[in-house]
């Protein structure tokens, strides 16, 4: 069964950074593509970063240039650094698996990315 722990977020002030991190269970990081999703009260959940079992990623267009997927195969954990970060960036972010995408040549459609963990808040202050 694949268990996801994102952790690392907080609040910020508008051109600040973080870092956030996903441990992964049940399923090699390195085997699979995985994305950093995000979600606003009241809006629909998207997918903002997505990397897959190549290494390569991809990003949704507002976080291009700012943020950065990554992975640790050794410990089998997903990150994000998020620079640069704008108000417009508050938001809870989950990391999630998509199983049945292999490779990528841009953002996967969030119907793919099956299973998140409890996700992570992030807010931006401006």
């Known amino acids: 069964q694949v268990h996801l722990v994102e952790a690392g977020g907080g609040s910020v002030q508008a051109g600040g950074s973080l870092r956030l991190s996903c441990a992964v269970s049940?399923?090699?990081?390195?085997?699979?593509?995985m994305g950093w999703l995000r979600q606003v009260p009241g809006k629909e959940r998207e997918v903002v970063a997505a990397?897959?079992?190549?290494?390569?990623?991809e990003y949704t267009g507002s976080v291009k240039g700012r943020f950065t997927i990554s992975r640790d195969n050794a410990e089998n954990h997903l990150y994000l650094d998020m620079n640069s970060l704008i108000p417009e960036d508050t938001a809870m972010y989950f990391c999630?698996?998509?199983?049945?995408?292999?490779?990528?040549?841009?953002?996967?459609?969030?119907?793919?990315?099956?299973?998140w963990g409890q996700g992570t808040q992030v807010t931006v202050a401006s």
């Open positions: 990397v897959d079992y190549r290494g390569h990623d």
């Open positions: 999630a698996v998509a199983r049945d995408v292999h490779q990528i040549l841009h953002i996967p459609p969030i119907r793919y990315f099956e299973t």
């Open positions: 049940g399923i090699s990081v390195g085997s699979t593509c």
